[in-house]
């Protein structure tokens, strides 16, 4: 029986947990502080707020569901002059899925950034009251250098899903924290109520201690993302070895590419084949995609960017499966039948002996041998080229394509041109 795999949580949904930790600290500690002037001056004193690592918060999924999740560390630090900024983490845990950022700590800290004002108004819902809410990207968390990406050059690597949930559980903090005043006083709850709302800014920055070392095990740099990795998801939810995550960086991928004015785009099956097309041919950084095994997706997706060319690139046996109209690559979706890729190659003038091969490489290895012999076909590996780009051509829908065929070595030794 196969272990049904764990779900996790975004990088997004556990900087929203922090946030919502860290404003609830804030502003309980501001309130303490009315009544003990010494509060804050220690860093990471606390007040009457979440008092040890290990308490809970519980946030709005987009979805409509909600999750607790813990909080690992909080603490209150002394800004001066009478400031209080409070801080809370989460560590993210991404499941069963082999994420880079599993395990990182995500820090929010919590403060109120400008002079604020109060007057008395008439509100039935939180969502009315007239406050700001600034999200700051801090140390670890990547900055946008490149157009084609969700969030604008200049601005810290915070996708928008990220940002309504952290400004959702931001409100929910600030909402919790006017409804105790509220009942404490002679209103009792009612609808609507009146309250002396504040008028300020509510600024949260998001950290990630190890942010920088983790974004260089990630694409964000050839994004346009530098000095850290992105605050990103759109459930909340991470699903264990989720093809939605791959394809979602193919698509960012292209958009920084058309963005960036890249008319030709660089598919590759994986690093060696897309090192092996950067060492010949020293494209542009923007213009190459991993596409990994999700063949079918990248060419549809770069046919629907506008892209007037694709370079193909992949070794032996991916290139075969490739030449074979196979849309996905992976051996999860069915490992190379030997026996069938004999039969292609000789269908399609390779003339291969009779006897039995085991892998794809074997193969690969005795055309290299024997390619010199009258029995087998001078141009053999540009055949399978040539097949493959017919196949990809088709579902490209005419897309101009050429492949090529990146030896074990890591160099193109073949191509459809």
């Given at each position: 029986?196969?272990?049904?795999?764990?779900?996790?949580?975004?990088?997004?949904?556990?900087a929203?947990?922090?946030?919502?930790?860290?404003?609830?600290?804030?502003?309980?500690?501001?309130?303490?502080?009315v009544?003990?002037?010494?509060?804050?001056?220690?860093?990471?004193?606390?007040?009457?707020?979440?008092r040890v690592?290990?308490?809970?918060?519980?946030?709005?999924f987009?979805?409509?569901?909600?999750?607790?999740f813990?909080?690992?560390?909080?603490?209150?630090?002394?800004?001066?002059?009478?400031?209080?900024?409070?801080?809370?983490?989460?560590v993210?845990?991404a499941?069963?899925?082999?994420d880079?950022?599993?395990?990182?700590?995500i820090?929010?800290?919590?403060?109120?950034a400008?002079?604020?004002?109060?007057?008395?108004?008439?509100?039935?819902?939180?969502?009315?009251?007239?406050?700001?809410?600034?999200?700051?990207?801090?140390?670890?968390?990547?900055?946008?250098?490149?157009p084609?990406?969700p969030?604008?050059?200049?601005?810290?690597?915070?996708?928008?899903?990220?940002?309504?949930?952290?400004?959702?559980?931001?409100?929910?903090?600030?909402?919790?924290?006017?409804?105790?005043q509220?009942?404490?006083?002679?209103?009792?709850?009612?609808?609507?109520?009146?309250?002396?709302?504040?008028?300020?800014?509510?600024?949260?920055?998001?950290?990630?201690?190890?942010?920088?070392?983790?974004?260089?095990k990630?694409?964000?740099?050839?994004?346009?993302?530098d000095?850290?990795?992105?605050i990103?998801?759109?459930?909340?939810?991470?699903?264990p070895?989720?093809?939605?995550?791959?394809?979602?960086?193919?698509?960012?991928?292209?958009?920084?590419?058309?963005?960036?004015?890249?008319?030709?785009?660089?598919?590759?099956?994986?690093?060696?084949?897309?090192?092996?097309?950067?060492?010949?041919?020293?494209?542009?950084?923007?213009?190459?995609?991993?596409?990994?095994?999700?063949l079918?997706?990248?060419?549809?997706?770069?046919?629907?960017?506008?892209?007037?060319?694709?370079?193909?690139?992949?070794?032996?046996?991916?290139?075969?499966k490739?030449?074979?109209?196979?849309?996905?690559?992976?051996?999860?979706?069915?490992?190379i039948?030997?026996?069938?890729?004999?039969?292609?190659?000789?269908s399609?003038?390779?003339?291969?002996?009779?006897?039995?091969?085991?892998?794809?490489r074997?193969?690969?290895?005795?055309?290299?041998?024997?390619?010199?012999?009258?029995?087998?076909?001078?141009?053999?590996?540009q055949?399978?080229?040539?097949?493959?780009?017919?196949?990809?051509?088709?579902?490209?829908?005419?897309?101009?394509?050429?492949?090529?065929?990146?030896?074990?070595?890591?160099?193109?030794?073949?191509?459809?041109?």
């Amino acid at each position: 029986m196969k272990k049904k795999l764990r779900s996790g949580y975004t990088t997004g949904a556990c900087a929203a947990a922090a946030a919502k930790a860290a404003v609830t600290l804030l502003l309980q500690n501001t309130e303490d502080r009315v009544q003990n002037t010494d509060i804050g001056k220690k860093e990471d004193s606390l007040g009457s707020g979440l008092r040890v690592p290990g308490s809970e918060v519980e946030i709005p999924f987009p979805d409509g569901s909600r999750v607790k999740f813990r909080v690992k560390g909080q603490g209150v630090r002394d800004k001066g002059r009478n400031a209080l900024a409070a801080w809370a983490s989460v560590v993210k845990d991404a499941g069963d899925d082999p994420d880079v950022t599993n395990g990182a700590e995500i820090v929010a800290e919590a403060r109120i950034a400008r002079k604020c004002r109060s007057e008395e108004v008439t509100v039935v819902a939180i969502h009315e009251l007239p406050l700001r809410i600034d999200i700051k990207g801090g140390k670890g968390v990547g900055m946008v250098t490149k157009p084609g990406l969700p969030v604008p050059v200049g601005e810290p690597a915070i996708n928008p899903v990220p940002k309504k949930m952290i400004t959702e559980a931001v409100m929910e903090a600030i909402e919790d924290s006017y409804k105790l005043q509220v009942k404490s006083d002679k209103f009792k709850d009612p609808t609507p109520y009146t309250l002396y709302a504040t008028r300020c800014t509510m600024e949260i920055t998001i950290f990630v201690p190890n942010g920088e070392e983790l974004a260089k095990k990630t694409l964000n740099s050839r994004l346009g993302i530098d000095g850290g990795i992105s605050i990103l998801g759109t459930t909340g939810i991470v699903k264990p070895v989720s093809s939605e995550a791959w394809t979602a960086t193919i698509t960012s991928s292209m958009d920084v590419a058309r963005a960036a004015g890249r008319k030709e785009v660089v598919l590759s099956a994986g690093r060696t084949s897309e090192k092996a097309h950067m060492k010949k041919f020293n494209f542009p950084e923007e213009s190459y995609v991993l596409m990994g095994d999700y063949l079918e997706f990248s060419l549809r997706e770069a046919k629907k960017h506008g892209f007037k060319r694709i370079h193909l690139c992949a070794q032996w046996a991916k290139m075969v499966k490739i030449a074979m109209a196979t849309p996905q690559t992976h051996v999860r979706f069915g490992a190379i039948d030997i026996k069938k890729a004999v039969e292609f190659l000789n269908s399609n003038g390779i003339i291969m002996p009779v006897r039995e091969f085991n892998t794809a490489r074997e193969i690969f290895d005795f055309i290299l041998l024997k390619r010199d012999v009258g029995a087998i076909h001078e141009l053999p590996l540009q055949k399978v080229c040539n097949a493959a780009r017919q196949y990809a051509k088709e579902i490209a829908e005419g897309v101009y394509v050429i492949t090529y065929l990146v030896s074990y070595d890591g160099e193109i030794i073949a191509g459809s041109e």
